[in-house]
């Protein structure tokens, strides 16, 4: 098992290390003079000496490796440049805004993660019976609604007619709830068909007939024998949608007017401000990174045959 993690985070470090070469190489293909942009937010009369100036701060004049090797430097210590539109350290800009991205994306798995569980639980409690069909038909209705438009309606319902829950804002927990479901509502709904099928494929095997036959209850069946052998399908699907739910955060950040990772991602690309794009896609590529390492680990231990395969 320790071999595996070690293989793991070996491969984790090597992505990291392409994604780090695919971001350097994004702003470096960048159309336009880096040190002009900058030179001129700093003196809108910028001369020929003022942007030689910030070549040699930024080391722009110096060879292309030697660059990469100076902003990957400067990226292990949280120095990931300076912002074309404000001339503020990016890195500074990143940390402040990542709890709000953190809320977002925890708030959203947690909605995820008890939705898909609570329908697909009901749908095979009661399967090929009436509740069954109402949760596939609410699970399928949203995995087809986006998630802008979800929020769309939760903000008429809940804070323009009932007067519940605050329209915008990062001001605590009440303000938190409607991003949650937004964010959470569409991986929920694909959540809960991996569940129900799951179940359904649980519930034919024969281990879950012996357990019939000793007089166990169906939802005592459910909880001890049919969830642990999802556990592995449903962990890697989880993952992949907490994965989907950062790039939600791109769309329903700017709903709620939240100053996240997903809001200055945006503004970065409107303002064509590629450090800003550069930092944002190393943190969301990072992110997966992780995900995808801890996803691997979670499902090798929750598996007793890969466990032991991989031993």
Same mark, same amino acid.
């Given at each position: 098992m320790l071999v595996f993690i070690a293989k793991r985070a070996r491969n984790a470090v090597l992505l990291l290390f /392409?994604?780090?070469?695919?971001?350097?190489? /994004?702003?470096?293909?960048?159309? =336009?003079n880096v040190a002009i942009l900058i030179a001129e937010l700093r003196t809108p009369t910028a001369t020929k000496e003022d942007i030689a100036k910030v070549e040699e701060e930024l080391g722009l004049n110096k060879p292309l490796l030697e660059r990469y090797g100076f902003w990957l430097q400067g990226a292990l210590k949280g120095n990931l440049g300076i912002s074309y539109k404000t001339g503020e350290d990016v890195g500074a800009a990143l940390r402040s805004r990542l709890s709000v991205t953190a809320t977002l994306v925890a708030g959203g798995a947690v909605v995820a993660f008890v939705l898909s569980l609570l329908v697909g639980f009901i749908g095979a409690l009661w399967a090929h019976r009436m509740p069954d069909y109402i949760m596939r038909g609410i699970a399928l209705l949203g995995a087809s609604t986006p998630s802008f438009f979800v929020g769309a309606l939760l903000v008429y319902a809940f804070s323009v007619n009932w007067h519940l829950l605050p329209t915008f804002g990062f001001s605590g927990p009440a303000s938190w709830v409607l991003p949650w479901l937004t964010l959470g509502f569409l991986p929920a709904a694909v959540l809960s068909r991996v569940v129900r099928v799951g179940f359904e494929d649980a519930m034919a095997k024969p281990y879950v007939l012996t357990a019939r036959s000793k007089g166990l209850s169906q939802t005592r069946i459910l909880f001890r024998?049919? &969830?642990? $052998?999802?556990?592995?399908?449903? &962990? $890697?699907?989880?993952?992949?949608?907490?994965?989907?739910?950062?790039?939600?955060?791109?769309?329903?950040?700017?709903?709620?007017?939240?100053?996240?990772? =997903?809001? /200055?991602?945006?503004? =970065?690309?409107?303002?064509?401000?590629?450090?800003?794009?550069?930092?944002? /896609? &190393?943190?969301?590529?990072?992110f997966f990174v992780i995900l995808n390492v801890v996803v691997d680990i979670g499902i090798t231990l929750t598996d007793p045959r890969l466990r032991r395969q991989r031993s």
């Open positions: /392409l994604a780090s070469v695919l971001c350097f190489t /994004l702003v470096v293909s960048a159309p =336009g024998d049919a &969830l642990p $052998n999802i556990a592995p399908t449903y &962990l $890697n699907a989880l993952g992949t949608q907490i994965g989907t739910m950062v790039v939600g955060a791109v769309v329903v950040e700017p709903l709620f007017a939240w100053q996240g990772l =997903g809001d /200055l991602f945006l503004a =970065g690309v409107r303002f064509r401000d590629f450090m800003v794009v550069q930092a944002c /896609l &190393l943190v969301f590529i990072t």
